[in-house]
């Protein structure tokens, strides 16, 4: 099944909720005020703009909160969404029941990883789940209700999602779940999620990063070897060798610039690309 990701709605201005929050925080100005400013074009979106971004810059995060985004997700598996649930602050999910909705047909929908398909064994996988779905409809012929049929089914099986996130959740989740770290398929979702906040509020949609992004952390928290095995592991520090850069610093231990480094500087050459 293909994943489906789709912004249904969201915070009608983003940019301007977040204005005002922050500025209702650091101004006398009531938010009521600042609102009629915005109104009569007494502060224009780019001023907002360029505010908001220097805000984000600093670990005030609570008026991100304020800022929410509804999604439609479907045709995804029911291994991803035993992931997605685990976010419990900032997000609010609706989920397809396995109790109210039964799959018809002896068969339900399902996904399959291209790893399995790689490995030959997409056939074999089929027919394994043809075989489930047939036994899942004699459950249900058999007057077996549907919540205990659903025994059988696997974490393939498809399932759809209306969620409602807030900004502050979704850095966190793009922080965790755009990393090469975790399940490609959460990968996909949380980079569609992503791309679609991006084509509407580019201003925000920016900070969606893996937290290594220039635009969170910088560097890595990962394993050592996680970094390195990375493909994207090289751009970024891991955070071990910035400790270890910065504790030589501390000890003065620094490979001291040598005569041979005074020469070059000294050198009658421009360096500079
Ligand atoms: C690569 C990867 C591998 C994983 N592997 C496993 C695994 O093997 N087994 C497993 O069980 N889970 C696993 N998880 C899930 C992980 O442990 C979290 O449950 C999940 O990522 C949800 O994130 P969160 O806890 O940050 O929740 P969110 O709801 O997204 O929380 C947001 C933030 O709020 C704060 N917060 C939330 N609740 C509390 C609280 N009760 N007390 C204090 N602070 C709180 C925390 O700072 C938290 O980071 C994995 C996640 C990733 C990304």
Sequence with gaps: MAIQVKLLDHTQDPTKSLYIAYRTAYSALTPMQIERRIADRR???EQMADFIERRLQTGHSSPLEQVWFEFGISGVSRAFS???VRHRIGISFEQQSQRYV???DASFPYSMPESVQKAGLGDKMDKTF???GKLYQEMLDAGVPAEDARFILPNATATNFKVVVNFQEMLHICDLRLCTRAQWEFRKVAAIMRSE???KFPELGRYLQPKCGERRWGYCDEDYDAWQACPIGRKR???RDLFALFDS????ELIPLAESDFKLI???ETFVP
């Design 43 to 45: 502060i224009t979106h």
């Design 82 to 84: 035993h992931q997605f």
């Design 102 to 104: 039964k799959f018809k």
């Design 130 to 132: 043809e075989q489930l």
């Design 197 to 199: 906040i991006n084509k």
């Design 237 to 239: 520090p891991h955070k």
């Design 249 to 252: 610093y501390r000890k003065g």
């Design 266 to 268: 000294e050198k009658e």
